[in-house]
């Protein structure tokens, strides 16, 4: 359909106005609730939305010809799941009326309303209001708790999942050498390392081989170090003047107690704080000033991932579009005016 045409929304097919829709990519739930005998029931939303930070509200839309409508018309209680990239089979089986649909509710907790486990975010919700919306039904519901996680969000646009994590795959399949780093925080501390006899520390990395995938090395860099990590999401992407190599370091999570020291080989770990200027003490200027940015945007609690370009870099924000690096400014999260 040509952009330049405007289209009847009352008269259209049904068909190309929700394709229309599909042009606002959103994030994807799991809502999910009992019925009056005990029963969990589901359903897959992606129009999910924040309504009122106080009270603390939120709603979800679900068509009258749904299965479940009858459920959560008269649940008292109900649970939003925020699904991440690796939950894209439970979507699509919540969203379906498959025989398959009947074991993934067996995938939900025992508790009232059930959650599903492994999401980036649950929500427990008490319903403040259902709202008649012609061929849907608007649940408005007051959080009464929830908990988040760490990992990519999963993502639909235009009838498709997308994630994050595709980026990240697409340069691990490129036919260049890649070195890995892991940026890991410590109580407000980076943890580096340094090998024995080196001058300089280093951010935790080491090359990627051919079919290996960046979540697995990560791991196996940090276990070398004596500590239990995984990464979170990608947070820059550089190539150093005169390397070969680019390289990608990726915000990581202890999922385990540790502490720095010295290893067998004479490595030593240690964690530095901003009043440390870890900056200094590393090579390179792209992970020097990597380590500054993260610094800043810790502080100011606002987040970006960087990417080489030859004009200076590009930091983009996120649920924001790429701007250059030099005009970045984490403690407004917009550009210099």
């Known amino acids: 359909m040509s952009h330049d045409v405007w289209v009847d929304a009352q008269s259209c097919d049904r068909r190309a106005f929700r394709d229309m829709l599909g042009s606002f990519m959103t994030g994807v739930t799991v809502v999910a609730a009992r019925d009056e005998n005990g029963a969990p029931s589901a359903f897959t939303a992606n129009s999910f939305t924040s309504v009122s930070l106080d009270p603390p509200l939120i709603l979800v839309c679900l068509a009258k010809a749904a299965a479940s409508a009858g459920v959560f018309s008269r649940a008292d209680r109900f649970s939003v799941n925020i699904l991440g990239d ?13 025989p398959a649909k009947e074991a993934a509710l067996d995938t ?11 999401s980036l975010a649950n929500m427990v919700c008490e319903r403040r ?5 012609g061929d849907h039904l608007i649940l408005i519901g007051a959080v009464t708790e929830f908990r988040t996680a760490v990992g990519q969000p999963l993502g639909y646009f235009r009838g498709g999942y997308v994630g994050f994590g595709l980026a990240v795959q697409t340069l691990e399949q490129l036919a260049v050498p890649l070195q890995v780093g892991g940026l890991l925080e410590h109580d407000g501390r980076v943890v580096l390392c340094r090998r024995a006899g080196a001058a300089h520390w280093e951010v935790p990395s080491a090359p990627l081989k051919a079919g290996e995938q960046h ?7 940090f276990a070398r170090l004596g500590i239990t990590a995984s990464p979170s999401f990608l947070y820059s992407v550089f ?3 005169g390397e070969a190599h680019t390289t990608m370091v990726f915000t990581t999570e202890a999922t385990a107690a540790f502490s720095c020291g010295s290893l ?27 380590l500054q940015r993260f610094f800043r945007e810790r502080a100011a609690g606002c987040f970006g991932i960087y990417y080489d370009t030859a004009d200076g ?3 983009a924000p996120i649920g924001s579009r790429p701007r ?10 917009a550009a210099a005016q």
Do not use: C, N, Y
Request: glycine residues 12%; negative net charge; proline residues 8%.
């Open 215 to 221: 979540s697995t090395l990560i791991g196996k860099i």
């Open 86 to 98: 690796g939950q894209r089979d439970l979507s699509a089986t919540f969203a379906s009326r498959s």
């Open 129 to 133: 209001q259902l709202v008649d919306a």
């Open 264 to 290: 067998d080989d004479g490595t030593q770990t240690a964690s530095f704080g901003v009043e440390d200027e870890p900056w200094t003490l590393v090579r390179g200027t792209m992970m020097q000033g990597m």
């Open 324 to 333: 250059p690096w030099a005009e970045w400014r984490p403690e407004s999260g």
């Open 313 to 315: 870099g590009r930091v």
């Open 239 to 241: 190539q150093e003047e």
């Open 108 to 118: 939900l907790t025992p508790a009232t309303p059930p959650v599903l486990e492994g």
